[in-house]
């Protein structure tokens, strides 16, 4: 009896619950935050198009590829001194990307910003496996973890439109100081360390092809995105490939192994892995287009369709938070399976989308999608995570982070190639006559082309030239949402093969390489 109420965690582990949100905030707050500055840094630092691509890209670049790195360095040095560290770090880059004084110093400082976040994630998870040793209590933590990056996506916006109303564009990047400095001060007082007692030295050749092999593959899938089918994402992709098979032969040699593979051996873990990479996959690809048909299809403005896109993040809140009562009543399988099925039914909604008047069936659906997949995403984590030995929760924090990072990337790269081929497939068939030769290459490419164009038409050519590209870009956006209706129902019955008896981890045998059970 006195093992089981050992097991149950107290009020200074959920006091740090609370603490371990704030880097989870600020971490989603700035890939959103700067969106809104562009502008603004644009015309104080007059960037190339190539280094305002890398100012908005590097940070997102530089943190899926030092994930798996981070999360194993703090198996060895202690999760919570890698998180202090990162804090520290992330506060003093964000003062140097506050005033960069060229695009090049904020390229710079954007990169390290990526390298320090990629702390939190694999830290703050890890430690809540430690934490939180209960699973119904662990499955409530995770849940709060994952709605602080939701409420910091959601804000990130909104509170950097506030500062840019009265401050300067590098006033998006100092709301990282005061939260990190508090965490600074609170989590040495309320947060336990945890580290891997027997861990090894750091292999820094493994750590440089886990990066490069990340950041090849999403840089590829980025590009394919924004310039189609062609040999430079392709021979990204196929090095990163290369770095990643390289690393993984290493990792079998190697006694002290960056990342132990045989964490894929829990077929929970695998499972909940593949899971959160199809639920990111469906989720990141409906948000691509789900921005676009408000703004170029019915037209909206930019702050009119985020306001729009608000109930979906109120849909994804609510979900994640309701996920502890769902899971003390029904096994995660059945939620798991059951939230992909609904979600597919809110893809199957966006099927129905027209060229005009679709915000109602749009809300409707993206409120199904976003409230459907936020068990999965959930419990698909906690999943993983529990499914690991403690010593090596953070490698299995870095590896679920990991695996929705890169289903996000494929999910954009996949079904934004896919949209384009479609729009532009149907554009040639059905480009009205009478359109300049100039004007009709640029609507071919992309709906934006196209509304821009149209403003340069006489009446009746721009109108005709509209209908034309919106309604070519809902026919590719409908083959989009069936495609992702597809990975999510695919998924579901992967999840109901593969989890219907999820084992817990840290089952004695569990060793490391050429050591000795009994050490």
């Known amino acids: 009896m006195n093992g089981v109420i050992n097991r149950q965690a107290g009020r200074r582990e959920w006091i740090g619950l609370a603490v371990l949100t704030f880097p989870c905030l600020l971490y989603a707050m700035d890939l959103t935050v700067l969106n809104l500055a562009v502008p603004h840094l644009s015309t104080d ?21 030092s ?13 919570r001194r890698l998180l202090l560290i ?21 390229i710079a400082a954007r990169a390290l910003l990526g390298v320090a976040g990629a702390t939190v994630a694999p830290s703050t998870l890890s430690l809540i496996r430690n934490m939180f040793l209960d699973h119904r209590q662990r499955t409530v933590a995770v849940s709060v973890w994952i709605t602080s990056f939701s409420v910091g996506g959601a804000i990130g916006p909104l509170l950097g439109g506030v500062l840019l109303e ?28 945890f580290r891997d007692p027997q861990a090894g030295r750091l292999d820094l ?10 950041l090849a593959v999403i840089y590829g899938l980025k590009q394919l995105t924004r310039d189609g089918l062609g040999w430079p994402p392709v021979l990204f992709m196929v090095a990163g490939l290369a770095a990643g098979v390289v690393f993984v032969r290493r990792q079998h040699r190697l006694a002290d192994p960056l990342l132990d593979l045989r964490l894929f051996r829990s077929a929970a873990f695998t499972a909940a892995l593949t899971t959160n990479l199809l639920s990111f996959f469906a989720g990141f690809g409906t948000l691509l287009f789900i921005a676009q048909y408000l703004q170029l299809v019915l037209g909206l403005s930019p702050l009119v369709a ?12 609510l979900g994640s938070l309701l996920t502890p009562v769902l899971a003390r009543r029904i096994r995660p399988a059945f939620v798991i399976v059951a939230g992909m099925m609904l979600a597919a039914a809110g893809l199957g909604l966006f099927t129905q989308l027209g060229n005009a008047a679709g915000l109602a069936v749009l809300v409707t659906g993206a409120v199904v999608f976003s409230l459907a997949l936020a068990p999965v995403d959930t419990l698909a984590t906690d999943l993983a995570v529990g499914a690991a030995p403690p010593e090596r929760a953070g490698a299995a924090s870095a590896l679920s982070e990991t695996s929705a990072e890169f289903g996000g990337a494929l999910g954009i790269a996949t079904l934004g190639v896919i949209g384009t081929s479609i729009y532009r497939s149907q554009m040639t068939d059905d480009l ?12 071919q490419d992309t709906l934006g082309g196209a509304v821009a164009a149209a403003g340069q038409l006489p009446d009746h050519l721009g109108r005709a030239l509209l209908w034309a590209a919106r309604q070519a870009f809902t026919q590719g956006l409908h083959v989009a949402f069936a495609i992702s209706a597809a990975a999510v129902i695919g998924a579901a019955i992967l999840a109901a093969i593969l989890l219907r008896h999820p084992r ?16």
């Open 86 to 106: 990162g804090a520290a770090a992330f506060g003093a880059t964000s003062l140097l990307a506050a005033w960069s004084a060229s695009a090049a110093m904020l």
């Open 166 to 193: 009265w401050f300067w564009w590098g006033s998006v990047f100092l709301l990282a100081v005061p939260v990190m400095a508090l965490l600074l001060v609170l989590g040495p007082l309320l947060l336990p360390e």
């Open 432 to 443: 009205p006559a009478g359109i300049p030769h100039h004007t009709a290459a640029a609507a």
């Open 504 to 519: 817990p981890s840290a089952e004695p045998g569990w060793t490391r390489p050429g050591r000795d059970t009994a050490n």
């Open 67 to 79: 994930l798996v790195t981070m999360g194993t360095l703090g198996d060895r040095i202690g999760r």
């Open 205 to 214: 050749i493994s750590a440089a092809l886990s990066v490069a092999a990340v």
């Open 45 to 65: 630092l007059q960037p190339s198009s190539t280094q305002l691509l890398w100012i908005v890209d590097i940070y997102g670049f530089l943190a899926a590829g």
């Open 306 to 317: 985020g306001l729009w896109m608000l109930p979906a993040s109120a849909g994804f809140i």
